[in-house]
């Protein structure tokens, strides 16, 4: 059973940045990364995901041009650095792996990831 552990949410003003972590317990092969959020009262959200190379990336249209996703294979880790954050920007972030099937594609689905963080928070405050 893999596990990841998220760092790096908390309180940030409008248009200020965080840097979210993600750390594996193990090396998940030929699959995607990636973020999801879920604000109180709304589904979990795709976020930004990343295939095994990082060659290809993707961001849902909410946060296009603001947050950038990256992953470095060799420690196990994805990040997400989020810039110009919004008040709507505010929910628990969630890290997930081992997604899809194929190296080439990123995952976007809840569905399509077989592990998940805990969560970390991150408020917006205007």
């Known amino acids: 059973q893999v596990q990841l552990v998220e760092s790096g949410g908390g309180l940030v003003q409008a248009g200020g940045s965080l840097r979210l972590s993600c750390a594996a317990s193990a090396r998940i092969f030929s699959t995607s990364m990636g973020w999801f959020r879920q604000a109180p009262g709304k589904e979990r959200e795709f976020v930004a995901g990343?295939?095994?190379?990082?060659?290809?990336?993707y961001d849902g249209d909410s946060v296009k041009g603001r947050f950038t996703i990256s992953r470095d294979n060799a420690k196990n880790t994805v990040s997400l650095q989020m810039t110009s954050l919004k008040p709507e920007d505010t929910a628990v972030y969630f890290c997930a792996a081992g997604g899809g099937v194929s190296p080439l594609r990123v995952a976007v689905r809840t569905d399509e990831y077989n592990y998940w963080g805990q969560g970390t928070q991150v408020t917006v405050s205007s």
């Open positions: 990343i295939t095994w190379s990082g060659a290809t990336t």
